[in-house]
């Protein structure tokens, strides 16, 4: 049962554009989504975070929006660039623990 | 410098045998986690531990086994017993809700 959903495996945007990564999730007990960026045979690294007592957070170019009505979460990096190209995992964890249940990762890839 | 290392980065191993996988990290995090990651599937929790001499089966913990004798060190070794142990396994500490993942082993079994 997967829990949290990252129903398109791959976007392709153009530089200077604004890419959207999407999230859905299951269980209402999540409260803290977070989202990670992955390079090829590298760990991934964190990029930003939100409670559920929020719904934006803006940090630079990234910002994640939450709807909890919708259980959905999206992902904006405004303008995209070429670096950005990587796979994206949403993420998401209740209460005062550390475990994380992940998405199964959206390939972006912001071309030239 | 602080963070977490996972090593090898490449393992090749024959069918049949275990091999254990290393993973350190001198963040001071107690909470310490393995994950695996396959195409199209996203990262898969293996086991978790929260403190030293503790630790938790994930959601695949079948195949494999881990100790935490240490707060430093998390080793996974997978078994024989592991029907598909060829994949991208991830390490990671956390702390305050946020994981810091090391940098990966890939494991190739044949």
């Known amino acids: 049962d997967q829990q949290v959903k990252q129903n398109s495996p791959s976007l392709s945007v153009q530089e200077g554009r604004i890419s959207i990564l999407n999230c859905d999730y299951t269980?209402?007990?999540?409260?803290?989504f977070l989202w990670y960026k992955k390079y090829p045979a590298e760990g991934p690294t964190f990029l930003i975070s939100?409670?559920?007592?929020?719904d934006k957070n803006e940090d630079g170019r990234f910002t994640v929006f939450l709807n909890k009505s919708a259980k959905h979460l999206s992902l904006h990096i405004v303008p995209s660039q070429p670096g950005d190209s990587a796979v994206y995992f949403c993420?998401?964890?209740?209460?005062?623990?550390?475990?994380?249940?992940f998405g199964t990762g959206t390939q972006l890839k912001v071309e030239l | 410098d602080g963070g977490i290392t996972q090593s090898p980065k490449y393992l090749f191993r024959k069918e049949g045998q275990n091999v254990t996988l290393s993973c350190e990290q001198n963040?001071?995090?107690?909470?310490m986690y393995w994950y695996r990651q396959d195409p199209g599937q996203g990262l898969r929790l293996i086991y978790y531990?929260?403190?030293?001499?503790?630790?938790q089966k994930g959601d695949i913990a079948e195949g494999y086994s881990v100790s935490r004798e240490k707060k430093e060190s998390f080793p996974l070794t997978v078994t024989s017993a592991q029907k598909n142990p060829t994949a991208f396994y991830l390490c990671?500490?956390?702390?305050?809700?946020?994981?810091?993942f090391g940098p990966g082993t890939r494991l190739t079994v044949t």
């Open positions: 990671t500490s956390s702390i305050f809700g946020e994981q810091y």
């Open positions: 269980n209402s007990m999540f409260d803290y």
């Open positions: 993420a998401a964890k209740t209460g005062g623990g550390n475990k994380l249940t």
């Open positions: 963040l001071n995090h107690d909470a």
């Open positions: 531990s929260q403190i030293v001499n503790d630790f």
């Open positions: 939100i409670s559920s007592i929020k």
